[in-house]
């Protein structure tokens, strides 16, 4: 069977940076900038992920804009005694269209495994949203150590989410994150390469799209087209003027 066809997309992450004025400045100068090339939205998905405070705002600020809002985090359950979690039917409710899950950090600050994130992308998903996962190696090394990590991460999602759901597969590599600059390009499309070829990945009726992430910016895309359909960005998208001139990468590259 063909694969779908996939679209480039490229988002970015505030992760716990910005104070909600900060937030709220950084969408207006978005749109400001989205603004002088309103076509941008045809050709690729855009979308921001705030922290859960702002997201009712960041959505009412981004309507009818196509940008997508997304969250940071999900439970797995949809309501409930789950005092301090986060609903996904509630985050679908007020529009939220994205759920990122795994990132590294909360499995390493929170300890989240494998099997949590699982059941978090299939929630997001059942709710009607597109579950962004995170997967990536922990430690620098060959291409191949770092794919059988993988590999592990993705079978579990791939298990749990329907057969037929959207998903995007964030690869951030974790010693990249956060660090001064991404990893190899080689090394990326080699990685991603591998991750694609996984009979759980093949085999799905949905639309499967893979990103990278981990110190990525403007200049990254060009080196990493072939591989990959889009970025995640961190730190290197909190400001709205590069993450405008990454999209623009994206959008124009053959
Ligand atoms: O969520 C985004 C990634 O963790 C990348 O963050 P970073 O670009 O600041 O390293």
Known sequence: ?????????????TKMYFSAARTKAYIAELLQHLSKSPKILDQIDIFVIPDHITLTSVIAQLE???????????FYEDSGAYTG????????????RIVEVGHAERRRIFGEMDEDVAKKARSAARNGMIPLVCIGERTKGEVSIAVDECRTQVENVMA?????????????????????EPAGAGYVVSVVKEIRALD???????VTRVLYGGSAGPGLFERLKEGVDGLFLGRFGHDPAQFYKTMQEIASAQ
């Open 200 to 206: 759980c990945v093949q085999m799905r009726e949905g």
């Open 160 to 180: 749990a989410v329907a057969d037929d759901a959207e998903v995007i597969l964030a690869y951030e590599p974790v010693w990249a994150i956060g660090a001064a």
């Open 85 to 96: 979690e986060v609903s996904p039917c509630v985050l679908a409710e007020v529009g939220c």
């Open 1 to 13: 069977m063909p694969s779908p066809p996939r679209r480039r997309i490229v988002g970015v992450s």
């Open 64 to 74: 009818g804009s196509k940008v997508m809002t997304g969250a940071q985090d999900a």
